[in-house]
């Protein structure tokens, strides 16, 4: 991935938005730290581990001119989402999707411009910065605007469907999308069981490795256990150089960690079927001893870990002094360029470690595009989401804008093959995902499972009573009015 698409996936990263919402009105919004947009399913179940698994290019993606839209207008975030072009056109007799997202470097113009040609649909386009998405969402759904798509967020799902926000899709969702479109990517679009969503792009997170530092210390493939990287990540570690740095800053980073820790367990949950909290009894726990060992035992993780984003973790994993990293797609391209790496050409991609029974475990950090419950264009909305399926736009948007696709069939796919090293390794870990919790009030939950995480990885706290009194903290959330 290049690194216009690299940036605008870790601006998306950076800030999260929360929303309490009650009655269907959002109460608050404010910035959250993340690390990309999901983690373990509401009933807190293992990966899932379908047929067939998705990833995204990795291919250097320039940001594409600004094309002339002749499909819709490309309106500011300050623009209103009500177009004088829409009424225009409906006048006409034409049919018009309004939608807001955030395709603010116009790499995807191209593919809405293909939509319009292959349906005669127009396409009227709010762009937006991600860190103000979620207000214009609260503006178009309370103030009744002509807004018809939006982009969704995973984390947003459960809070848009319990708020009524968003349109229940499940019985437009096709045979063969379903056949194609892994079950760990339409379950970041789920909630309750029903399909709120299409998934616009997969992403999780994968192990990224200095084979030559490997190599050296006599390994000649890649931990697929926890307890093989707890030995890699050893022997790798010695004056000037660590076997492992990771994003265990106080933030959704560590959540994200923690979770691609905790599935490695067969049986994992974080919530039950009702909402309650028993992750310190079914996986949480165990994973965060993990951590605080390989910290503090072992002394194979650099304890920069504690203050470190996966951005930093991939500068550090650059300096050529890391072994092993966990992270999101988008890091070979500049990691193996010798122009801004001093570890290129020696990094390489891997399934994350399992356990017991479970081959590999990461965690969901996709987005999707949804259609609002009052969207006056209903068909043609629908139209535009299910082209936006479509192999046509998934390879193109593959190759022009660096997004992972959500087809599992273009992982075999030669043309993005060529393109991007060890392209099917995206794909195959695709298969094994685990999708935060999609709960309404989500984001508090996570603040305190952070804040408790965090103070075990500072010794401040045995992981057993961090996790136990983060249970009772999330269930004490639950409880109340």
Request: charged share 20%; proline share 4%; with cysteine.
């Amino acid at each position: 991935m290049g690194d216009d698409a690299q940036s605008d996936r870790f601006s998306r990263r950076t800030f999260l938005r929360r929303a309490a919402i009650a009655g269907g009105a959002a109460l608050a919004s404010t910035l959250l730290p993340s690390c990309g947009s999901s983690a373990s399913t509401a009933g807190g179940t293992t990966p899932a581990s379908s047929t067939s698994g998705s990833a995204a290019t990795g291919s250097a993606a320039s940001a594409a001119p600004a094309a002339t839209v002749t499909t819709g207008s490309a309106t500011s975030a300050a623009a209103a989402a009500t177009s004088t072009e829409t009424g225009a056109a409906a006048a006409a007799g034409g049919e018009v999707v309004n939608f807001l997202w955030t395709d603010t470097n116009n790499t995807r113009q191209p593919l809405i411009a293909d939509f319009t040609k292959a349906t005669g649909i127009k396409v009227n386009q709010t762009q937006v910065q991600y860190n103000e998405l979620l207000d214009k969402i609260n503006t178009a759904t309370q103030g009744g605007g002509s807004v018809d798509v939006i982009e969704m967020d995973t984390i947003w799902t459960a809070q848009f469907a319990a708020a009524g926000w968003v349109e229940d899709l499940s019985s437009r969702i096709t045979d063969p999308i379903k056949k194609d479109v892994p079950e760990s990517s339409l379950s970041a679009v789920t909630y309750q069981g029903k399909l709120y969503g299409m998934p616009w792009f997969n992403s999780a997170k994968h192990l990224f490795y200095n084979a030559k530092l490997l190599q050296a210390a006599g390994f000649d493939k890649p931990p697929t256990t926890l307890d093989e990287f707890t030995t890699q990540a050893k022997a790798t570690t010695k004056a000037g150089q660590w076997g492992s740095i990771w994003s265990w800053k106080q933030s959704e980073g560590l959540i994200c960690d923690w979770i691609c820790l905790m599935f490695t367990q067969k049986g994992a949950q974080i919530l039950d079927a009702n909402g309650k909290a028993v992750f310190n009894t079914m996986g949480g726990t165990e994973a965060l001893q993990w951590m605080v060992d390989l910290l503090y035992k072992h002394k194979a993780a650099d304890t920069a870990s504690l203050e470190s984003t996966e951005s930093d973790v991939q500068k550090a994993l650059e300096t050529g002094t890391y072994a092993l990293t966990y992270n999101w797609e988008g890091v070979l391209p500049e990691a193996n360029d010798p122009s801004k790496s001093k570890a290129a050409p020696n990094i390489k991609i891997a399934l994350l470690p399992g356990g017991k029974d479970v081959k590999s475990a990461s965690v969901n950090g996709s987005e999707g595009w949804a259609i609002l419950k009052q969207a006056r264009n209903k068909d043609a909305a629908w139209k535009l989401l299910e082209y936006m399926a479509s192999p046509a736009w998934q390879k193109k948007a593959a190759t022009d804008a660096g997004d992972y696709p959500i087809l599992s069939s273009l992982y075999n796919d030669p043309d993005l093959q060529k393109n991007v090293q060890d392209f099917p390794l995206y794909g195959e870990q695709f298969k094994y995902l685990a999708v935060r919790p999609q709960v309404p009030g989500y984001a508090q939950k996570s603040d305190i499972i952070q804040r408790h995480l965090h103070e075990a990885l500072l010794q401040k706290a045995s992981p057993k009573d961090a996790m136990d009194a983060a249970a009772a903290e999330v269930n004490k959330a639950n409880a109340a009015p």
